[in-house]
């Protein structure tokens, strides 16, 4: 099965400067990778996803972008703000197979710091 | 707010007991999905359901199961419960299968098994 991994997991950076967080996956079937921001004790928030047919989406201060050659997609928020502090998660499904379930890396902590 | 609502939000039981967890869909949305988050595992996924049937399953227990009803709405069974059962338990929601439509996540529920 997919096997999705999650550095660093832990990131702290000055507000204002930039953050970037990288997965990796093992299944060449994936296609769709969704990132999800989750403060403490709330639900998974999507925040944005690419899917394999894109090489980089941007929405705001929020950018991921994907190289599936090498089989790793990251996420990169400029400009961080107090507000972006949380545990974001990554994310990769293979809608190919049926399969929808999503395969979770472990989770960054973002700590922004003032 | 996602649209997705879960029910209850807490739950405190006892090892070897059988509880019920409820999960109603966004509007227009045949697909639910059944995730665990824990401290040691992570965001796991369990089980999908696409319009009242079994679509696939992850790292589901043989303790659990769930079902969706005609109205779409889905309940997770969990029996014989062991103090590692205690966990966030997630469902989350898409338009439809096939193609990796975005899953938004309900508040989930806080179970506690002592």
């Known amino acids: 099965g997919e096997n999705v991994e999650q550095h660093p997991s832990t990131l702290s950076v000055q507000e204002g400067d930039s953050a970037v967080i990288k997965c990796t996956y093992s299944?060449?079937?994936?296609?769709?990778f969704p990132w999800y921001k989750q403060e403490l004790g709330k639900r998974p928030q999507l925040i944005i996803d690419?899917?394999?047919?894109?090489g980089e989406k941007k929405d705001q201060r929020i950018a991921v972008t994907l190289n599936k050659t090498a089989k790793h997609f990251s996420l990169h928020i400029t400009e961080t703000q107090p507000e972006d502090s949380a545990v974001y998660f990554c994310?990769?499904?293979?809608?190919?197979?049926?399969?929808?379930?999503?395969?979770f890396g472990k989770g960054t902590h973002l700590i922004i710091q003032p | 707010d996602s649209g997705v609502t879960q029910t209850p939000k807490h739950l405190i039981t006892a090892t070897g007991q059988r509880v019920t967890l409820r999960c109603s869909p966004r509007?227009?949305?045949?697909?639910v999905y059944w995730y665990q988050q824990s401290l040691d595992q992570g965001l796991q996924f369990l089980i999908q359901?696409?319009?009242?049937?079994?679509?696939a399953k992850g790292n589901i227990l043989e303790r659990f199961s769930a079902q969706q009803f005609p109205d779409l709405h889905s309940e997770l069974n969990l029996s014989s419960l062991e103090l590692g059962d205690s966990a966030l338990y997630f469902c989350?929601?898409?338009?439809?299968?096939?193609?990796?439509?975005?899953?938004?996540f309900g508040p989930g529920t806080r179970l506690t098994v002592t």
């Open positions: 299944d060449s079937a994936s296609n769709y």
């Open positions: 690419i899917r394999s047919n894109v």
């Open positions: 359901y696409y319009n009242g049937e079994e679509r």
């Open positions: 509007s227009g949305d045949l697909s």
């Open positions: 989350a929601s898409s338009p439809t299968v096939g193609i990796s439509y975005e899953q938004y």
């Open positions: 994310a990769a499904s293979d809608s190919g197979g049926g399969a929808d379930g999503l395969t």
